[in-house]
């Protein structure tokens, strides 16, 4: 069974930054696209960084230039590096595979921006 576990979160002034760490058993992050997407309060939740498993990136435009995912593969683990981060980027952050699988949602981990 998948278990995907965020972590990092917390509350942060503007321009500060913060590293999202999504921690996974069950199976190998390696061989699958990887996602970091985030709802905001009255939102939908959107994809904002991704990675294949051949490691190239995306990310959507409202965090280009800010935000950096990586994945450690022996850590079994992807992170967001989140930098300038803007009180728009108030949201509960999941970790997920691309296209996401809806079963293996974790609680998220909540990013407060005080601006």
């Known amino acids: 069974q998948v278990q995907l576990v965020e972590s990092g979160g917390g509350l942060v002034q503007a321009g500060g930054s913060l590293r999202l760490s999504c921690a996974a058993s069950?199976?190998?992050?390696?061989?699958?696209?990887m996602g970091w997407y985030r709802q905001a309060p009255g939102k939908q939740r959107e994809l904002v960084a991704s990675m294949a498993s051949g490691g190239s990136t995306n990310y959507a435009n409202s965090v280009k230039g800010r935000f950096t995912i990586s994945r450690d593969n022996a850590k079994n683990t992807v992170y967001l590096q989140m930098n300038s981060l803007k009180f728009e980027d108030t949201a509960v952050y999941y970790c997920n595979f691309v296209p996401a699988w809806l079963g293996v949602w974790g609680q998220g981990t909540l990013v407060t921006v005080s601006s």
């Open positions: 069950g199976r190998s992050l390696s061989t699958n696209a």
